[in-house]
């Protein structure tokens, strides 16, 4: 069984800075991608930003310059540092990866975490 457990969200005037952090856990042998993506009220879960394995970054747009995404491949875990944030980054950050290959040399694609909430106000 493979976990990933999202930690770091939370509330932050305008202008604050954050930093959300996800664990993946168990069985696992390697992760391909790993990404935040996050979903506001009313709206469609998107895409922030995501890393790969050999740490290749992409970012949306809305976040270019003021978030950084990275990953510690030993401690398969990946990071997000929002600063300047702004009130429309506010949503529930979900931790994904696009493919795990556990120990057994299973293959399981698109995981998603629980997500967690974070909050900017005004």
């Known amino acids: 069984q493979v976990q990933l457990v999202e930690s770091g969200g939370g509330l932050v005037q305008a202008g604050g800075s954050l930093r959300v952090s996800c664990a993946a856990s168990g069985r696992i042998f390697g992760i391909n991608a790993m990404g935040w993506y996050r979903q506001a009220p009313g709206k469609q879960r998107e895409l922030v930003a995501t890393i790969t394995s050999g740490g290749t970054t992409n970012y949306a747009d809305s976040v270019k310059g003021r978030f950084t995404i990275s990953r510690d491949n030993a401690k398969n875990t990946v990071y997000l540092q929002m600063n300047s944030l702004k009130p429309e980054d506010t949503g529930v950050y979900y931790c994904?990866?696009?493919?795990?290959?556990?120990?057994?040399?299973?293959?399981?694609?698109?995981?998603w975490g629980q997500g967690t909430q974070v909050t900017v106000s005004s």
């Open positions: 994904n990866t696009d493919r795990v290959i556990t120990t057994g040399l299973r293959v399981i694609n698109d995981y």
